[in-house]
């Protein structure tokens, strides 16, 4: 990961601005909307909003994106949408357990308002990324259409009374039994981790989730590429096309894991990057540097397993098993 990534993901907020905003748009107007529409800074609209909305309802959590304008085309559209997905899901996966919520926080999804059209290789873009287009409903997706159009001023943009076009993405997650038992370590590996973020005592998220996962699912964990791939048959989803999602305190189990796997197999100092928190709410992804016979390497190894085991697949053949993904991580 460049410095670049690095500070864009820093810099991504968990309180984000427009979660502010959303407990006051439960009116059926906005108090903002009748605030003049700021000028136009005389750059070009982003396609994509860099900014997410999450949503709480009753019982999940889910955020919406807002496409401003027409893009170019479908490459400028994926990788918008890539770029903005990717750090949504990757800080969200770094979240540190002490920061609680683990048992209320359930993320569901990603819905899409297009303000602008689309053509039928957009439509294929966001497709890949598991969007299915849905029917407006202004009773039911009102109250953030208010918000978007309020961030729509500041940008000098018009936002009209309904989106072109409305698109939801729901993650894909196993089976209501397998689902239960995975979140139910996610829920225990956030209360006995604590205040302890990722990073800080190397091995104890990985040896934690070990002794849960005999527990709940009588599975013996070592470290060898052979509880690497039960814990890749159990835990990881390979339906196509659709993001597929991990809980976040398992996730990092898993990247605490490869570390382990690292310095075991491969006889190499490995060092851990501390998940250290900001004042803003943003916190640094996984971090594994590898000392091997041509020096060390940083290993951003949260960003690398989520595109691996998170991030959409066009076909079975584009997620490999962990363990040959694990043998090519390093030279």
Not at 1 to 22: G, Q, V
Not at 32 to 40: E, G, I, V, Y
Not at 65 to 93: G, M, N, Q, V
Not at 195 to 210: F, Q, V
């Amino acid at each position: 990961m460049s410095d670049d990534d690095a500070a864009k993901w820093k810099r991504m907020r968990e309180d984000r601005p427009l979660d502010a905003l959303f407990p006051e748009l439960l009116a059926p107007s906005a108090p903002n909307d009748d605030l003049p529409t700021s000028k136009a800074s005389g750059d070009p609209l982003p396609v994509l909003y860099p900014k997410i909305l999450e949503v709480e309802l009753e019982n999940w959590q889910e955020w919406t994106l807002a496409l401003w304008r027409e893009p170019a085309d479908a490459a400028e559209l994926d990788a918008s949408l890539k770029t903005l997905i990717e750090a949504t899901l990757l800080l969200e996966l770094s979240r540190p357990p002490g920061w609680g919520g683990a048992e209320d926080r359930s993320l569901r999804g990603f819905h899409l308002f297009a303000f602008a059209s689309l053509d039928e290789a957009c439509c294929d873009v966001l497709a890949r990324y598991g969007f299915t287009r849905v029917s407006w409903d202004e009773h039911v997706y009102g109250n953030r259409l208010h918000a978007w159009k309020n961030e729509g001023r500041a940008l000098g943009a018009t936002v009209p009374d309904a989106p072109r076009s409305l698109w939801w993405s729901e993650f894909a997650k196993p089976n209501a039994e397998l689902q239960r038992k995975v979140r139910t370590v996610h829920e225990e590996l956030a209360e006995r981790l604590g205040t302890r973020i990722w990073g800080e005592r190397p091995g104890t998220p990985s040896h934690t989730m070990a002794g849960l996962m005999e527990r709940h699912f009588k599975l013996s964990c070592k470290p060898d590429l052979e509880t690497l791939h039960a814990l890749d048959m159990l835990l990881i989803e390979r339906q196509t096309g659709v993001i597929r999602w991990l809980e976040p305190m398992v996730f990092q189990g898993l990247c605490d894991f490869i570390g382990v796997l690292l310095m075991a197999l491969r006889r190499r100092e490995v060092k851990w990057g501390a998940c250290e928190s900001d004042r803003e709410g943003g916190h640094l992804p996984p971090l594994l540097r590898y000392t091997g016979k041509k020096g060390p390497v940083d290993i951003p190894i949260g960003l690398d397993l989520m595109r691996a085991v998170v991030m959409p697949i066009e076909s079975e053949d584009d997620a490999p098993l962990l363990r040959d993904w694990f043998q090519g991580l390093m030279p």
